[in-house]
């Protein structure tokens, strides 16, 4: 076996299992009743953790058949990693304010706006 496949191999475990435990979570959050603001936003992060679990065996499997297809594709999972990342900042921040400041509102307006705003930089 060479590096390659060394690699290959535990990457697609990897990615099998986050997409299976990313869609159980994702699932679970989506049926839940009470729809809170950090509800929302594990909706969010799942989402795009399971987008980003989905997209490195795209991106293998590409890769052997058209150039141009990977390079769309790796450039997809690069926004979408990143949108990951905020989402996660975004979450620790919203639960760090409400741990703090237990009666203090966060604006859920203000969040989904910050999000797009982010999201606008990134396609950029």
């Keep these: ?3 390659s496949g060394a690699i290959l191999i535990p990457s697609i475990i ?4 986050g997409t299976i435990t990313n869609a159980l979570s994702l699932s679970y959050f989506i049926k839940k009743a009470e729809k809170t603001l950090p ?7 799942n989402s795009f953790d399971l987008a980003a679990c989905i ?6 499997l590409t890769l ?9 594709t790796s450039e997809l999972f690069g926004g979408i990693m990143e949108c990951t990342g905020f989402a996660t900042v975004l979450l620790s921040v ?5 741990m703090c400041r237990p009666f ?14 982010f999201i606008i930089f990134v396609a950029v």
């Design 104 to 117: 203090y509102r966060v604006n859920g307006k203000a969040v989904s706006l910050s999000f797009i705003i």
């Design 55 to 60: 997209l490195p065996l795209t991106l293998t």
């Design 64 to 72: 052997s058949f058209h150039w141009d297809v990977y390079l769309v």
């Design 39 to 45: 509800t929302k936003l594990f909706i969010l992060l």
């Design 94 to 98: 919203t639960r760090t304010v409400n």
């Design 14 to 17: 990897i990615a099998i299992v």
């Design 1 to 3: 076996m060479d590096f």
